[in-house]
């Protein structure tokens, strides 16, 4: 992964995505964009409490860097499950998408966009049937395996199978921040039989641990079939100059977005 910039915009890009050559996609950071206070600066979402007019603007900068229309961005009310919904044109502009922490298309031209400020955004391209899918995986998108649904969506959609698959893995809380406590630790380990690799214990906490997404998706998709993953090195909690984080910040934040277009 590397952090681009065009215009003052700073934004995060996959280097086997981009060679694929398929799409445009992004990462969006919080450098380069207009608003002020505690969205400062590229906040790209207009439930934050943000004045809409510099959402507006922040979106434009950030689908000018990507080339593409910012009026086709496809989007929803994410609630931390695993529905995976299939868009298409007709799609453009509908408002009231709930209930989707996922979504994909085949169709060239619509922009699928998830949000996020700790949560794990997962990349998928399917390079020999030119479909893609972007996904939200936060803890618990991961305990329910979520990029393993959009897979099996796209298979039966598309013919996907994951070994024509370009996955990328983005900007999230890191294991060096993600503490967590034993509930969620069963959880884990109740999905995962290889959980256990990606647990360490917290000496600063009794009862608490440290898990690392990036490392559980990571082994889920290698273990689904897809060769090609790009794994982040940026935590969102770290990185204070580039990311807004919830575990950091709490509510009053901005969020970045993920952003993926089939040219």
């Known amino acids: ?23 445009s996609h992004s990462f969006t950071t919080k450098v380069g964009g207009v608003s002020e206070g505690v969205y400062g600066s590229l906040n790209v979402s207009y439930t934050r409490g943000d004045d809409r007019a510099n959402v507006d603007e922040n979106i434009k900068r950030i689908c000018n860097c990507m080339e593409v229309e910012s009026r086709n961005i496809v989007c929803g009310h994410q609630i931390h499950g695993k529905n995976i919904l299939k868009v298409t044109k007709d799609d453009i502009g509908r408002e009231g998408i709930t209930e989707f922490d996922g979504f994909m298309t085949n169709e060239k031209g619509i922009v699928l966009s998830t949000f996020h400020a ?14 893609i899918a972007m996904v939200h995986s936060g803890w618990r998108g991961t305990v329910q ?23 990328a893995i983005g900007p999230s809380i890191g294991q060096c921040c993600f503490q967590v406590d034993m509930p969620v630790i069963k959880e884990f380990k109740a ?26 998706n990571k082994r889920m998709l290698e273990e689904a079939g897809v060769r090609d993953i790009e794994v982040t090195d940026k935590c969102t909690m770290c990185n204070e100059e580039l990311f807004y984080s919830h575990r950091r910040m709490g509510n009053d934040r901005g969020s970045m977005a993920a952003y993926i277009c089939l040219k």
């Open 1 to 23: 992964m590397k952090i681009a910039e065009n215009g003052g915009v700073k934004y995060c890009v996959f280097e086997n995505i981009e060679k694929t050559g398929l799409v």
């Open 118 to 131: 700790d949560c794990v955004p997962v990349y998928l391209v399917d390079t020999e049937n030119k479909a």
């Open 145 to 167: 395996k979520i990029s393993l649904e959009a897979i099996k969506k796209m298979g039966e959609e598309y013919g996907t199978k994951a070994e024509n698959i370009v996955a």
């Open 191 to 216: 999905a995962f039989d290889f959980a256990d690799e990606y647990i360490i214990k917290d000496e600063k906490r009794v009862g608490h641990f440290m898990l690392d997404l990036w490392g559980v």
